[in-house]
């Protein structure tokens, strides 16, 4: 398979070096220059598979011409061992029609896990076989930074930064950063939110003499393996409630439109989705554009769902470019607006995005009720942004479709809305409760482009 940029302007490359690179080079993300489809034979022979078997099956196409098939299938054992739950991504029932998908039984308790634990052992397999290290850095709204470092913490080829913006994640999220000990491992709060960390990490980017230094690498959801390893629970959810013989919808908490843009192209892969349904919380980019207004930036307002404060969804640019028609150089254009604050979404793209996508809006008042009404109703703790998702699918449920709902994150992670909303507080799996006694390490510093290239490339191992 070769990979394509969303702004038509960088070299196809192979999923092994899009994966590597992350960000294309014309500033675009990478996507398969085609989508592969299964059968709905292929799709049918899902059902009781293990989810290591059902993620070999749906991820292989993918990346056939970079691994080899035992290598692949090792590499996805390997990452998944370490979850909490033997089925990876157990279901459970809310009501009659409603479903909470859980990704949270990983080692950072959050949904990324299932994307970083994967690209850690990818990255590992592939820099070994080039003889090569890369430095990887992140910037983080709370949860991918603490997925990507227990992803990569340990591994010789490795070095990762995490950018996460200084006071505005929660203390199981910081203390997930700021905790391990291994030397590869540095923790970098910034003072600023986390547009300002995703831009800052952007610029370092395009930063050509930086980025070959460096030998830079991505793992923010911009980086196509994360949205890979994503596809796999929708399947694995759909086809346990009778997919393909029945269709199911989904309602995802959604910041930067990667996880939910997983569930888009597994419906192009064949899966049958009825709807895919956006919620967000008061920062609200993209139920605005999906309801007409246009894409246009608004200010960042912290939220009791902090992993979904975001006002520019990266991968909504991957949308973009199938409702563009897949036009690199409209795509290109539309990003140029958005440097100046943002764009109008052409009638086409408009009716080809409504196609697949609905979308939903939640206050900070509706959050905490719905974690209350949740508990009450479906004896279910649930954290604020699988609140959100709850709340938002409610609107969209349908009587004869199941809607699935992904709960993104445990509700010990975000201890004092949950404990705020139900009186409850939610404990730590007994795996990792020593968690608040272990020594932290975090080094403060500017909201500074050249302040954090010198930080790292002091930092980094010869
Ligand atoms: C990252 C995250 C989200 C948002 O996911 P996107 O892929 O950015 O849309 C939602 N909930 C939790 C708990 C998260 O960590």
């Given amino acids: 398979m070769k990979y394509i940029s969303t702004r038509g302007q960088a070299p196809e490359l192979t999923f092994e070096e899009a994966m590597l690179?992350?960000?294309?080079?014309?500033?675009?993300?990478y996507l398969p220059a085609e989508i592969p489809v299964m059968s709905?034979?292929?799709?049918?022979?899902?059902?009781?598979?293990?989810?290591?078997?059902?993620?070999?099956?749906v991820m292989w196409p993918y990346v056939s011409g970079s691994f080899g098939e035992d290598e692949f299938k090792e590499i996805i054992a390997r990452a998944y061992q370490g979850f909490g739950h033997d089925a990876r991504a157990p279901l459970k029932q809310l009501n009659e029609n409603h479903f909470l998908l859980e990704l949270f039984h990983g080692p950072t308790l959050a949904f990324k896990d299932f994307a970083m634990q994967l690209i850690g052992q990818l990255f590992q397999v592939a820099l070994k076989r080039r003889n090569d290290r890369v430095t990887i850095v992140g910037a983080t709204s709370g949860d991918t930074g603490s997925a990507a470092i227990e992803a990569f913490r340990g591994l010789d080829a490795v070095d990762?930064?995490?950018?996460?913006?200084?006071?505005?994640?929660?203390?199981?999220?910081?203390?997930q950063m700021t905790t391990p000990a291994d030397s590869n491992v540095h923790a970098?709060?910034?003072?600023?939110?986390?547009?300002?960390?995703?831009?800052?990490?952007?610029?370092?980017f395009n930063d050509f003499d930086f980025r070959d230094g460096v030998k830079l690498a991505g793992v923010n959801s911009i980086n196509f393996a994360r949205v890979l390893a994503q596809i796999v629970y929708y399947f694995s959810a759909a086809v346990s409630l009778g997919a393909p013989h029945r269709k199911v919808s989904f309602t995802v908490p959604t910041g930067n439109f990667g996880d939910?843009?997983?569930?888009?192209?597994?419906?192009?892969?064949?899966?049958?989705?009825?709807?895919?349904?956006?919620?967000t919380n008061q920062n609200d980019i993209l139920h605005r554009s999906l309801s007409g207004e246009g894409y246009f930036k608004g200010e960042t307002i912290p939220?009791?769902?902090?992993?979904?404060?975001?006002?520019?969804?990266?991968?909504f640019e991957r949308a973009l470019f199938y409702a563009y028609g897949e036009d690199g150089n409209a795509v290109a254009q539309l990003m140029d607006e958005l440097k100046q604050g943002g764009f109008n979404i052409s009638q086409g793209a408009m009716e080809s995005l409504r196609e697949a996508f609905d979308s939903g809006r939640v206050s900070e008042e509706e959050t905490l009720a719905t974690i209350t009404s949740t508990l009450a109703h479906s004896a279910e703790l649930v954290c604020p942004h699988t609140a959100v998702g709850i709340k938002v699918a409610e609107k969209h449920q349908s009587?004869?479709?199941?809607?699935?709902?992904?709960?993104?994150?445990?509700?010990?992670?975000?201890?004092?809305?949950?404990?705020?909303?139900?009186?409850?507080?939610?404990?730590?799996?007994?795996?990792m409760s020593d968690l608040y006694e272990r020594p932290e390490r975090v080094t403060r510093i500017a909201?500074?482009?050249?302040?954090?290239?010198?930080?790292?490339?002091?930092?980094?191992?010869?």
């Fill in 303 to 315: 939220s009791i769902s902090p992993s979904m404060d975001i006002q520019v969804s990266s991968n």
């Fill in 260 to 279: 939910i843009f997983a569930g888009y192209l597994a419906k192009r892969m064949g899966l049958p989705i009825d709807r895919l349904v956006v919620a």
């Fill in 447 to 462: 909201n500074d482009l050249g302040t954090l290239e010198d930080h790292i490339k002091r930092h980094i191992a010869e």
């Fill in 188 to 204: 970098l709060a910034v003072d600023g939110d986390f547009d300002d960390c995703q831009a800052a990490l952007k610029d370092m």
């Fill in 399 to 431: 009587q004869d479709v199941p809607m699935i709902t992904l709960a993104t994150a445990h509700p010990a992670k975000f201890p004092a809305a949950v404990e705020k909303a139900s009186d409850v507080h939610p404990p730590l799996p007994s795996r």
């Fill in 40 to 57: 709905q034979d292929e799709i049918a022979a899902l059902a009781g598979l293990p989810y290591e078997e059902i993620a070999f099956r």
């Fill in 21 to 29: 690179t992350g960000l294309a080079r014309d500033g675009g993300l």
């Fill in 160 to 175: 990762v930064f995490i950018l996460y913006p200084h006071g505005r994640v929660s203390e199981v999220q910081r203390r």
